[in-house]
């Protein structure tokens, strides 16, 4: 398996389910990011881990939980959701160093639909 | 980070070169121009970035002005698979986190 894989790529839940959603990237990358892309709006980022460690958080809801166990692979977990949480999740990955950062590469997302 | 204006929109000829406008007046010396493109429903993909030279790889040529205000991605022959969502993003080189800002990006749709 090659670049950034996400899954599931759909998921259904309603509001009290907890699920989580699953990143990993296979480039050796060292940062890994969280977008939500709402319906016919930006992508917004979520959050950022580097080097396993949270760097930014932008001013998520709580009921959207980040884990990072290692490197290559991110986590999203999800608990008492909303509708207006419905978006395409996707998952980034890139090289940071201190020469600044490389270019982001994308999975091909989670289509999350809360009922 | 400095913000960017795209027109919402632009068609361009199957076969013909599709050129996308990109401002950023209020960059700093030491920010890139990032450019990548979201085809529907998909993962954003990289194209290509610069800083103040013009670049060119094998999906596209970056022409950056000289005073740095505003560029153009060049797509030199057109295919109906480039009909995407282009993002024309500015992030700092010096960047820890590399977290990128997207606006609403040019939806550029390519007719036969």
């Known amino acids: 398996e090659t670049g950034v894989t996400q899954t599931p790529r759909h998921l259904v839940m309603g509001m009290t389910n907890k699920k989580s959603l699953k990143c990993e990237q296979h480039l050796g990358h060292n940062a890994m990011y969280w977008y939500k892309q709402s319906a016919k709006k930006p992508l917004e980022l979520m959050f950022v881990y580097n080097f396993k460690e949270q760097t930014e958080n932008n001013s998520v809801p709580s009921r959207f939980s980040p884990e990072c166990p290692n490197s290559s692979h991110l986590f999203l977990h999800l608990h008492t959701l909303q509708p207006e949480d419905s978006a395409l999740y996707l998952c980034a990955s890139s090289q940071v160093g201190s020469g600044g950062a490389r270019e982001q590469f994308f999975g091909p997302g989670t289509r999350l639909t809360v009922l | 980070d400095a913000k960017t204006t795209q027109p919402p929109s632009m068609d361009c000829a199957e076969g013909r070169a599709a050129n996308l406008p990109c401002n950023h007046s209020t960059i700093s010396g030491n920010e890139y121009v990032y450019w990548y493109r979201q085809i529907h429903s998909q993962g954003p993909q990289y194209i290509i970035h610069?800083?103040?030279n013009n670049e060119t790889n094998e999906m596209a040529s970056l022409i950056i002005t000289e005073d740095r205000k505003s560029s153009t991605l060049i797509l030199p022959h057109a295919t109906l698979r480039d009909t995407a969502v282009y993002y024309c993003i500015v992030v700092l080189a010096s960047s820890n986190t590399g977290k990128l800002i997207f606006g609403q990006g040019t939806t550029l749709q390519v007719k036969p």
């Open positions: 610069g800083l103040k």
